[in-house]
């Protein structure tokens, strides 16, 4: 799938980094990772020199185009006033207004550097607040790397066990067996068990957490009334709502899936479209819940104000506020959306769409998904069978069926007609 020069330097990579890579996630296989040159605006050139029109958006961070100048040269002007102090400086300040603008539920604010960091953050704040320790979160949604959710993520759906009884499975070797302790787990859009277990366990558990949608298994959208049943439910037994907004903030609208679909938890994370790949996160929500920080709370962490990242986050909040950014890339999006679809039921795939035009997935050879258990019965080899022929032919979305298609402000029309015309001819030749 790929050339000489990427092949030798994934062998070096491999001398010195655990599978060649520095995120697990970045593994497609010996022979087949990808190793890449550079990005800009919609396309990524590997280290062969041969250029894709990247879906990937470095799994969703990159909202208005890989290197995009007018947050390049902001973050350009800020790094030569020095990018670390261990003080709070000006910009920060209004990063943080601003994302109390846009999120509708967000009334303080505390900046990190990654998703992992916003959630581990996020759960101690709400087990602090409630002086509780259980944590409940759905099959199939990652909300980083601690130990605390990395549960029941990417586990093959056998080992979850009976979805009356669901069993939750460690992500990791090295997560001690004694967090079991403290995490419940349910399929997604699981009405009837999510009451269950409220009923049950609502007055022991500080948080519910969940993705909007399934931002790390296809996008699946949550149905009409799950969002509110959890906002309802977790009001009367007194828990905190964590809405993990890593892959969906200032991506799905300007005020993400608590403008989107009119919900407001309690706490809310962020990460990724934030900064349009710098590095930035954050997570806030309520005033009372939040003010709890500075009063016993600890939190906080070196980098958690780097300029980089705080200048790229004005940059990008800035243009789009500015401009209507979201609402292009949404129509470019459904027209992709749009275009796949039809291609799969002309060619007589059953195939079902799921998520947002800025952000979208489609499982195949099934006819409904709504959690990780129905999407594991779709065709995943097929899937990847087709991503392995557009990548060869320059349209590069991730090599895992579970990574949603991302798109980007730089994506043109042009794009997406090239890869609709890749798509269509892919799939007949697969059906031949
Ligand atoms: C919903 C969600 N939460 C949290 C994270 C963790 O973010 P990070 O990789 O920045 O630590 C991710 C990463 O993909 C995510 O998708």
């Known amino acids: 799938m790929f050339g000489a020069k990427t092949q030798s330097l994934q062998k070096r990579a491999m001398e010195v980094m655990p599978l060649g890579v520095n995120s697990n996630f970045r593994f497609w296989g010996e022979g087949i990772t990808p190793y890449v040159e550079k990005a800009k605006g919609a396309y990524l050139w590997d280290v062969d020199g041969k250029r894709y029109i990247d879906y990937r958006m470095a799994f969703g961070p990159i909202i208005l185009g890989h290197s995009f100048d007018e947050v390049d040269q902001k973050v350009i002007e800020e790094i030569q006033k020095g990018i670390l102090f261990a003080m709070t400086g000006e910009l920060e300040v209004a990063v943080v207004e601003m994302i109390t603008e846009m999120a509708p539920a967000v009334e303080m604010v505390r900046l990190a550097c990654s998703g992992t960091e916003a959630t581990m953050h996020a759960i101690r704040v709400a087990r602090a607040y409630t002086g509780r320790d259980l944590i409940l979160k759905f099959e199939g949604n990652y909300h980083g790397m601690h130990d605390h959710t990395l549960w029941s993520t990417y586990a093959p759906v056998e080992a979850y066990g009976n979805r009356r009884s669901p069993i939750p499975v460690p992500a990791s070797s090295g997560i001690p067996k004694t967090m079991r302790e403290f995490i419940i787990t349910l399929p997604f859009n699981d009405f009837e068990g999510f009451e269950r277990v409220m009923r049950s366990y609502g007055e022991q558990i500080a948080a ?225």
């Open 208 to 432: 519910v957490i969940t993705e909007p949608c399934q931002g790390n298994c296809a996008a699946i959208t949550p149905q009409d009334g799950f969002l509110e049943l959890i906002r309802e439910k977790t009001e009367e037994y007194g828990c905190v709502f964590i809405l993990d907004e890593v892959k969906t903030g200032f991506r799905i609208a300007n005020g993400g899936a608590q403008e989107y679909y009119r919900i407001k938890p309690d706490l809310a994370t962020y990460a990724k479209a934030l900064g349009n790949g710098y590095p930035i996160a954050a997570f806030g929500g309520k005033r009372e819940i939040m003010s709890t920080i500075g009063q016993g709370v600890a939190q906080g962490g070196t980098y958690t104000n780097n300029k980089p990242g705080v200048a790229g986050a004005y940059a990008t909040l800035s243009l789009l506020k500015s401009k209507p950014i979201l609402q292009t890339i949404a129509q470019r999006g459904q027209r992709l959306m749009n275009g796949l679809k039809d291609i799969f039921e002309e060619n007589g795939i059953p195939v079902v769409m799921s998520g947002y035009p800025a952000m979208f997935s489609f499982s195949l050879g099934v006819e409904a998904v709504t959690c990780q258990r129905d999407w594991a019965k779709s065709d995943h080899a097929l899937y990847l069978h087709l991503v392995e022929k557009a990548i060869e032919r320059g349209v590069m979305p991730d090599h895992d069926a579970r990574e949603p298609w991302f798109l980007c402000y730089s994506h043109s029309d042009a794009d997406i007609d090239e890869t609709l015309n890749v798509y269509a001819e892919i799939v007949k030749e697969v059906k031949k």
